[in-house]
């Protein structure tokens, strides 16, 4: 059932774009950690920093850790945003955040409902 609802199409469309997800400092901590790099090396090979924010860089339309193979070459410490979407729970508080989501996803069945989906996204916070 959960499977008809949502199903990673392993597009690779969320990781695209000319911005990523905001770090927070225990994120950038665990990524240089994971990469054996310095806090500063790391900032200043793959990270950016707008504002208050921290961001992945991108190269080519796509965040700087895309794999050629279509993969999160982090995998095991994405950060937070990354490792909850496209079931994020911004979902449960505002249905339109779920439609601009959905719109971004082709994992989605197209019957899916809102309701469907926050249960969904309720199981995956557990
Ligand atoms: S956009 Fe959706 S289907 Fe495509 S890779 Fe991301 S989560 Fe998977
Ligand atoms: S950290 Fe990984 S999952 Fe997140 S945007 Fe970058 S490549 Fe995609």
Redesign the pocket.
């Known amino acids: 059932m959960e499977r008809e609802i949502f199903q990673?199409?392993?597009?690779?469309?969320?990781?695209h774009g000319e911005s990523t997800v905001s770090l927070t400092q225990e994120e950038v901590e665990r990524i240089a950690s994971h990469l054996g790099l310095s806090e500063a090396a790391l900032l200043e090979q793959y990270l950016v920093r707008k504002g208050k924010r921290t961001e992945m860089k991108t190269v080519d339309g796509h965040c700087i850790f895309y794999g050629e193979d279509g993969l999160c070459s982090i995998h095991p410490v994405k950060p937070f945003h990354c490792r909850r979407?496209?079931l994020h729970p911004s979902i449960l508080d505002d249905e339109g955040a779920w439609e601009a989501i959905r719109a971004?996803?082709?994992?989605f069945s197209k019957q899916a409902t809102y309701q469907e989906v926050c249960a969904l996204v309720k199981k995956e916070a557990q």
């Open positions: 990673c199409r392993c597009c690779g469309h969320c990781c979407w496209p971004d996803c082709p994992g």
